[in-house]
């Protein structure tokens, strides 16, 4: 793909707490550290040989990237335009949490060239918020994201949880409404996962999240209110206002490059998958990263069906068969799918319905196998 533009994701793997459920690569660090990881970040990205590659969207994400000074943004950024070719209009995000920003340092953001914020904010419930061990109450979040408009962006998404501990579908309902009333232009709605090895490993937060059946529930739930407040569904857990979707994160599921910096970085660059490995000091001292081949690279075929049905779009029957793939066995393989519900047929693209996306990896699984 040689004329389209790709996208460069820089971790920051450094939080103020570690969260109970949270297996990301992260660490709590202190201010000289995270410089200092800034620094390394810079001779990193300075040494990659990108051959003035165009790049239109670029992603702050960890970790907590609000922890570092703007300043270092700024510098990071730099060096991103220094090695690639970085467009006018290039989507610039940076994750942030609601009790690490003020106006001030919002302002600063926005001068070193963030323009897209993403706040982790979880739930508007102070009570589910406790239990998730997150450092801020909602009124925070309510702050931060009013400080980030009056601080002039005009692209801001928040995080929202589905399924975590004492949650209810009239809490999350109410979750849903009082973000959707910061009238942010983006949400992204996860469910929490139990990861093996985290705080949240436990029986007693086991026993006290809905089953099954309820989270279920939630999602559809939480898929009909964003739509009714104009939030549309375009992938599996995003919703965004017309002309609001992350055009980074769309790369990851349209298969087009990214380049990924930091420790735990992952990325597909010319057909390539790799990662940067999860050690903070052996990054700290290098002059380049090193990456390292992902050992089982999926087959492109597979990989086309696999991430185009997290999208709204979903798949192209014509897409599918320039990769070497069988039509008519997919669609007759999806033709249940279709019949109870779970998928429809656009024109040349089949995708799943909200239903569908709850029994997504069964449906994808099914899909594969008709190909082989
Ligand atoms: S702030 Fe985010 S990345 Fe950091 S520990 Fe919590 S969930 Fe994980």
Excluded at 58 to 70: A, D, I, R
Excluded at 89 to 101: G, H, K, S
Excluded at 227 to 232: H, N, T
Aim: proline residues 4%; charged residues 20%; aromatic residues 10%.
């Amino acid at each position: 793909m040689p004329n389209i533009a790709k996208g460069v994701y820089i971790h920051v793997p450094f939080c103020r707490r570690k969260c109970p459920y949270c297996d990301f690569y992260s660490v709590v660090a202190d201010d000289e550290t995270i410089h200092n990881y800034a620094l390394a970040l810079i001779r990193n990205i300075l040494s990659f040989n990108a051959c003035g590659e165009k790049v239109d969207t670029v992603y702050f994400g960890g970790g907590t990237p609000s922890l570092m000074s703007p300043e270092d943004v700024a510098k990071i950024l730099y060096a991103v335009s220094h090695t690639f070719t970085l467009c006018n209009n290039a989507e610039i995000t940076l994750e942030a949490n609601p009790c690490t920003v003020d106006l001030n340092k919002l302002c600063a953001f926005k001068q070193a060239g963030i323009n897209r914020l993403s706040f982790g904010v979880q739930s508007a419930n102070n009570n589910e918020l406790s239990r998730l061990g997150r450092l801020h109450d909602f009124s925070q979040a309510e702050l931060a994201v009013i400080n980030a408009q009056n601080a002039g962006f005009t692209n801001i998404s928040c995080d929202l949880m589905i399924g975590t501990p004492n949650q209810t579908l009239a809490s999350l309902k109410e979750s849903v409404h009082r973000l959707a009333s910061l009238k942010i232009q983006h949400i992204s709605a996860y469910m929490l996962k139990i990861e093996e090895g985290t705080a949240y490993d436990c029986d007693s937060v086991r026993n006290s999240v809905a089953d099954d059946d309820t989270v279920s529930d939630m999602y559809l739930l939480m898929c009909r209110e964003l739509e009714s407040l104009g939030y549309k569904q375009y992938e599996i857990s995003n919703f965004a206002a017309k002309g609001y979707e992350s055009r980074h994160n769309l790369k990851y599921w349209q298969g087009t490059d990214y380049i990924g910096f930091g420790p735990a970085a992952h990325s597909f660059w010319h057909g390539k998958r790799f990662y940067v490995p999860a050690d903070l000091k052996s990054y700290l001292s290098s002059s380049a990263q090193i990456t390292v081949a992902e050992d089982e690279a999926p087959d492109p075929l597979e990989e086309y069906i696999m991430l185009s049905l997290r999208l709204c779009s979903g798949l192209s029957l014509k897409k599918l068969s320039s990769i070497g793939g069988n039509p008519k066995a997919l669609l007759n393989a999806a033709q249940p799918f279709i019949n109870g519900g779970f998928a429809n047929v656009n024109g040349d693209s089949i995708c799943l319905t909200p239903n569908g996306f709850l029994v997504s990896n069964q449906i994808i699984l099914k899909l594969i196998m008709s190909q082989l």
